[in-house]
Each structure stands twice: as structure tokens, then as C-alpha cells.
């Protein structure tokens, strides 16, 4: 069994959705996993949003659910860390540096063009050294820099917007977009099991 961890902001909204549709799809296609979720700023305890709860009732799921803060035991107990946004994700490596090798957005995680992850995963070096290089007073070459912004230029949005605050519609629109998302994540897992 896997555990997987999503991450939003206020948990409220993105991840509950992303945990919820995920438990449900994985079992439908009998697949063993252990799903939570968790925010970067959450109170715990709070209610999913009332336009949250009413997306889930349209995909006929409707769970006793409560919010949770993001915390060093959840970074701990999951394989697996899929945040909604990069600000999310530099949150939960930043926070947690033991994270970052289990940490990824969901739409990154899912990505299977080679150049891009390759893009990524070179602008990712490059930023990690210039963010050494900072802290040890040395400084990063105008070459380096072009490299960065050039790489930046091409690295898809992995962000899924956050609906808080906005219609039914726009919470069912950001639900059909993770749903898309998890399709994809459970092909990847199965194909992983087999």
C-alpha cells in the first residue's frame, strides 16, 4: 500500500478533493492506497468548503471530513507528496528538506514528456546552486542566470488554480481538472505495481 499525501493551502478545497476522488477512483480500480491531505496553512479541524462538499455530491461521494495543518508526522508517514501548486510544493521542501525527493506537484508528477522533466529537473539544479551560492556570498554568472530564465520560459504551469471563494462552477471546473490529473496518477501507480 502506498501512502500519498496531497497539499494545498487551507485544506479546504484542492486537496480534499485530490484525496477524496483519489481514495475512491483507487478502489473502484482496486488499487491499495493509504490517501491524506493536508494544508500549508490549515486550522484543524475545519470543514471542506460548502462548494467543496457540493462537487464531491456530484460525483456521489459525500465523507465525514475535517481539515488538517501540514505537519512533520504527515511529511513523515507519506511515499509520496503531490501539492497543487510550485509555491506548495517550494513550501513543503523548504519546510521539510527531507521531503524533497517524495515531493512533486500532481501535474508535474504526471508529466511523461522527457523534455520538460529534463528542463525541470536542470532549472531545479540551477536554482538550488544559485540559492548556495547566495548563502556563501559567491555570485551567479549572467550565464547562469539567461539559463534559468530561458528554462523557466519553458516549463509548463503546474499550478491547479484555487477555487476558493469563487461559483459552484468554478469548483467543478478545478475538480474536473484534477480529476483528469488522477486518471492519469493511477495509470502511472498501476503501471508501477505491475
Not at 100 to 127: M, W
Not at 134 to 158: C, T, W, Y
Request: proline share 3%; hydrophobic share 40%; charged share 30%.
Amino acid at each position: 500500500m502506498k501512502n500519498i499525501l496531497f497539499v494545498c493551502t487551507g485544506n479546504t478545497c484542492r486537496s480534499p478533493i485530490a484525496e477524496v476522488i483519489l481514495r475512491h477512483k483507487a478502489a473502484e480500480r482496486g488499487l491499495e492506497l493509504d490517501v491524506r491531505s493536508a494544508g500549508v496553512s490549515a486550522l484543524k479541524g475545519a470543514k471542506m468548503s460548502p462548494n467543496t462538499a457540493e462537487t464531491l455530491r456530484s460525483y456521489e461521494i459525500a465523507e465525514d471530513w475535517a481539515s488538517t495543518p501540514l505537519t512533520k508526522e504527515e511529511v513523515g508517514w507519506a511515499e509520496l507528496i503531490l501539492t497543487m501548486t510550485n509555491g506548495h510544493k517550494r513550501y513543503v521542501v523548504q519546510s521539510y528538506p527531507e521531503a524533497v525527493d517524495k515531493t512533486f506537484t500532481l501535474k508535474e508528477y504526471i508529466e511523461s514528456d522527457e523534455r520538460v522533466l529534463s528542463g525541470l529537473k536542470e532549472f531545479e539544479e540551477l536554482v538550488a546552486e544559485y540559492h548556495l551560492k547566495k548563502m556563501i556570498g559567491e555570485s551567479v554568472s549572467e550565464q547562469d542566470h539567461a539559463r534559468m530564465a530561458e528554462l523557466q520560459r519553458n516549463i509548463p504551469n503546474f499550478d491547479i488554480s484555487d477555487p476558493f471563494g469563487g461559483s459552484l462552477e468554478t469548483y467543478r471546473a478545478c475538480a474536473a481538472e484534477i480529476e483528469e490529473a488522477l486518471h492519469k496518477l493511477l495509470d502511472k501507480l498501476a503501471q508501477e505495481e505491475a
